[in-house]
C-alpha cells in the first residue's frame, strides 16, 4: 500500500514538473507573464509564510520590503551604475537591515500592535521612496534596464519565465530546510506557546529577529527582481493593497504550508485577470475600469473571510481531503 501511494506521489510530482518546465513552449506571451508573475510572487509568499505560517509573527510591511529592494536596484543603478549582480545581492541585505530594525519592536509586541509597528515601515518607505522620485525628478518612475549575468541578458518572456523559476525554487528549498530543523521546531513552539518555549530553553528574541531578518531578506531580493521584471520602479506599484494580497495569499493557500504558499501566490496572482476577462464578457462593465477594482476589492474580501471560516487549512488542506490516504493494513 505504501509503495503504490510513493508511486503516485512520485508521478504526480513528475507530471507537474512537466507541466512548469514546458508550459512556455507551448503558452501564449500573456500566458507566459502571468505564470512569470506566479513565481515572482511566490518568493515573497514564501518569505511571508515563513514569517506568519511558521513563526507567528504578523506583518503588514511586505509591499515596503519588496519597495526596498525595487528602490536599492533602481538607485544603485542609476546613481552608481552598478551592476545586477551587486545590485541583486545588496538588495536583500537592506531588507535583512530593515528587517531587524522593525523586528525588534516583535520582542514586545504582539498580535495587532505588531502589525501596527510593520505598517510603520510601510509608510516609511514609501515616504523615503516618493520623496526620491521627487527630487531626481523621476515622476514616472526609475527606468531599468534588463539584468546581465555572466554574459547572458534576460530579454525574452521565455527567459524571464525559467529565471524567476529558479529564484523562486531556490526560495522554497531555502524555507524549506529552515523549517524542518532546529530553527524551524523554535518557530513551531513560538507559534504555539512563547512562554512555554521559553521555558523548554529557546531563546525567543533571537529566533523572532531571525525570522523577521530572512523573510526581510528574500522579500527585498524579490522586489529587485520586480524591478528588472518591470524595466521600472514606481513608489506607486507599492500600495498597502499589496501587502494585503501576500496576506491573502498564505491565508488562502493555507497557513503553515510552504505547498499552500505556491497555492495561494497562483490563485491570488491569477484571479484578478480572470475576473477581468469575465466581467469583459459583460458589455455594459467591459469599459468601467474602476467596477473591475472594486470587483477585485470585494472578492478578496470575500474569499479571506470565507477560508478562514469554512476552511482554515486553505487550498492545500482542501487539495489533502482528495488525496488517498496511507492506511494501516
Known sequence: MFKSLSTQSAALKA??????????????????????QVWLAAIGAISLMLLTGYAGQISLGHSALLAAGA???????????????VCLILSPVIGALLGLLFGLPSLRLRGLYLAVSTLAMHVLVVYLGGEYETKRGYSTGIVVDPPSLLGFTVQTAVQWYFFL???????????????VGRAGRAWALLRTNETVASAL??????????????SSAMTSFAGGLFAYYRGFVSIEAFSIYLSIQYVAMIIVGGMGSLVGA????????ILPYVIEGSMAQLTFLSSQAGAIFAVNYAVFGILMIAFLIFEPQGLSGLIKRFLPKRSSD
Do not use: H
Not at 507530471?15 to 512569470?36: E, K, M, R, Y
Open 15 to 36: 507530471a507537474l514538473w512537466l507541466c512548469v518546465i514546458g508550459l512556455p513552449f507551448f503558452a501564449t506571451p500573456a500566458q507566459i507573464d502571468i505564470a512569470s
Open 71 to 85: 528602490f536599492s536596484v533602481g538607485i544603485l543603478t542609476k546613481e552608481f551604475s552598478a551592476p545586477p549582480w
Open 165 to 179: 523559476l529558479f529564484f523562486a525554487a531556490l526560495a522554497y528549498l531555502l524555507v524549506r530546510n529552515l523549517t
Open 201 to 214: 530553553g529557546i531563546r525567543v528574541d533571537r529566533y523572532k529577529l531571525l525570522a523577521f531578518v530572512i
Open 262 to 269: 505556491l497555492l495561494g501566490c497562483a490563485f491570488v496572482t
